[in-house]
T-cell receptor, first 112, second 113 residues
Framework: RKEVEQDPGPFNVPEGATVAFNCTYS??????FFWYRQDCRKEPKLLMS???SGNEDGRFTAQLNRASQYISLLIRDSKLSDSATYLC?????????????FGAGTQVVVTP | DGGITQSPKYLFRKEGQNVTLSCEQN?????MYWYRQDPGQGLRLIYY???????QKGDIAEGYSVSREKKESFPLTVTSAQKNPTAFYLC????????????FGPGTRLTVL
């Protein structure tokens, strides 16, 4: 079983619609969670950290479900510029700086 | 501008050659990392360094070597011992703290001919 698993997609989303997808992680002791965005042939860029209580940044909402060991990302009012691959990233340790674990990414394609 | 730079952007190598990928950061970060990304896979850690003159193997260190002579620089050498070196290589840096955000350079795309 992979340490971090994501549905690869693609999720084809009409412009203006809402899309949501999850990421599951295997280490129940994981402490920090992130969503990164990666455009084609570019480097990953931090989209948002995921906090225990859930958090929102504009049109983006991230949730953490520790009991079921998954995090989610919801994008409202999708824009063409939201087309990208979204990487789920998990820090499995709390007692050290930690080596991050990366999912393979979920591809989102927003269509006009 | 503060950030991470990698060079070259594209690199072609013949089989049997060693090549060195450059990574420089001016973010004053203590920790630096090298990852490899292959299609359909998550990033895999090659080497990481938390302090000058010290570094540790990641999950796929075989066929690679690094050095950390300066805080700002963490070059990666892909040796001829690496069996399948064609990939997208990403360098990252972060503060030395648990859960610290990692910031990535623009990457080097290495192709073995």
């Amino acid at each position: 079983r992979k340490e971090v698993e994501q549905d690869p997609g693609p999720f084809n989303v009409p412009e203006g619609a809402t899309v949501a997808f999850n990421c599951t992680y295997s280490n129940s002791a994981s402490q920090s969670f992130f969503w990164y965005r990666q455009d084609c042939r570019k480097e990953p860029k931090l989209l948002m950290s995921v906090y225990s209580s859930g958090n929102e940044d504009g049109r983006f909402t991230a949730q953490l479900n520790r009991a079921s060991q998954y995090i989610s990302l919801l994008i409202r009012d999708s824009k063409l510029s939201d087309s990208a691959t979204y990487l789920c990233v998990v820090n499995p340790k709390s007692d050290s700086w930690g080596k991050l674990q990366f999912g393979a990414g979920t591809q989102v394609v927003v269509t006009p | 501008d503060g950030g991470i730079t990698q060079s070259p952007k594209y690199l072609f190598r013949k089989e049997g050659q060693n090549v060195t990928l450059s990574c420089e950061q001016n973010l004053n970060h203590d920790a630096m990392y090298w990852y490899r990304q292959d299609p359909g896979q998550g990033l895999r850690l090659i080497y990481y360094s938390q302090i000058v003159n010290d570094f540790q193997k990641g999950d796929i260190a075989e066929g690679y070597s690094v050095s950390r002579e300066k805080k700002e620089s963490f070059p990666l050498t892909v040796t001829s011992a690496q069996k399948n070196p064609t990939a997208f290589y990403l360098c990252a840096s972060s503060k030395l703290a648990s859960g610290a955000t990692q910031y990535f350079g623009p990457g080097t795309r290495l192709t073995v001919l």
